[in-house]
């Protein structure tokens, strides 16, 4: 049974900094895709920041890019996201993903962690 269990969130004032972390169990980790999706109140979820696995490159929306890096560790089947100079705007649950398309039995896996909560205090 695949899980993704995220962990760091909490509330933090205007200008800090957060670390998020993602640990899944149940795959071949270094396999996969990781990304951060994030979902405000009243709005839909939205693509954060992935890390490929093929060849370690990163994307990020541009409200993040310069302030949130991501990282993973294959020894440790864990994703991390480093959120500094943070604002209101990034209020949100933070969920973590899994993908991996299987181009030989053509079958896609996507997984979803539960979420943690990041709330960003002026």
């Known amino acids: 049974q695949v899980q993704l269990v995220e962990s760091g969130g909490g509330l933090v004032q205007a200008g800090g900094s957060l670390r998020l972390s993602c640990t899944a169990s149940?795959?071949?980790?270094?396999?996969?895709?990781m990304a951060w999706f994030r979902q405000a109140p009243g709005k839909e979820r939205e693509f954060v920041a992935s890390h490929v696995h093929k060849d370690g490159s990163t994307y990020y929306a541009d409200s993040v890019k310069g302030r949130f890096t991501i990282s993973r560790d294959n020894t440790k089947n864990t994703m991390y996201l480093q959120m500094n100079s943070l604002n209101p705007e990034d209020t949100a649950v933070y969920y973590c993903?899994?993908?991996?398309?299987?181009?030989?039995?053509?079958?896609?896996?996507?997984?979803w962690g539960q979420g943690t909560q990041v709330t960003v205090s002026s």
């Open positions: 993903n899994a993908e991996y398309g299987d181009i030989v039995t053509q079958t896609e896996y996507n997984y």
């Open positions: 149940g795959l071949t980790f270094n396999h996969y895709t």
